[in-house]
């Protein structure tokens, strides 16, 4: 019986070898998580989320792949409502396990699923393994493209996700490598029950361009009474020619009788996290 137990588990580790942990420090808070779920340096994006994060608490993470954002969340409330969303299985598998291992996320809820304009349609969805950022455009995802990697999946809107959940979110955060107009589109009934915020990575998406989106984001602007701005310099977005010679950019949409946040004021992007909580 002893010889048994100890041979199921060399095939235990054998098996989940892939689940090797590396241990961070976000904030002076000691995290475990799967390799290279913790950024080695901060992105534009990190430390606008942090505090955003820090002074909202039901929050949908759009595109949230193995979880870093959710554990920026998380480690300053464990206790938050937290939808995280993605199409890649594998990707919100290995976000559900850095949340767990770490005691994280005791409220937080998953949904696999493409969020679009949309609900109950297929598409394509390029994609490989669980770490790189997928997307349904090819020239986002040159590797999984490369090698006609790639699954089918199902659309969903953000009004549909609103009302499965029916949680009222403060923020919902939308990184998905250039989708982003399309998931607006779906997302006018969340925008005017609850007036959340969106914090919103942008993407100069081939054959639409870095101006058309963002117009597209200002027109969505118009029709569901918000403003939009544009974090880089804290200043209100009035014209999309602005942000046309960017690759990517990010934008914070509020309620258009909302200031903007003065926790924000003064960080630039890719300022460092606080060194504490």
Known sequence: MKIKKFLSGIK?????????????????????????TIREAVDQDDTWFFYLAKHNDVIFDIGCNVGY??????????????????????????????????????????????????????????????????????????????????????????????????????IIKIDVEGAETLVMEGAYTVANKTECAFFIEMHNVEGLGMEKAGQLMLDWCDKAKYRAWYLKTGTELKTASTIKDRGKCHL???????????????????AALPKTL
């Open 252 to 270: 914070l949409l509020l309620p258009e009788d909302k200031p903007y946040p003065d926790y924000l004021i003064g960080i630039e992007q890719k």
């Open 69 to 170: 954002t959710a554990l920026l969340a998380m480690i300053q409330n464990p206790q938050r409502d937290y939808i995280l969303v993605d199409p890649n299985p594998q990707a919100l598998n290995e976000a559900h396990f850095n949340l767990t291992i770490n005691n994280l996320g005791l409220k937080a809820q998953y949904f696999s699923g493409f969020v679009s304009d949309n609900d109950n349609s297929n598409m394509k969805f390029y994609t490989i393994g669980s770490g790189a950022a997928g997307s349904m455009y090819a020239s986002h995802a040159k590797s999984a493209a490369a090698t006609n990697s790639f699954t089918e999946v199902s659309t969903v809107t953000l009004d549909y996700l609103y009302k499965l959940y029916d949680l009222k979110p403060d």
């Open 12 to 36: 235990y580790k054998l098996e989940n070898k892939e689940r090797k942990l590396v241990v961070s420090n976000i904030c002076g808070v000691s995290i475990k998580a799967t390799p290279g």
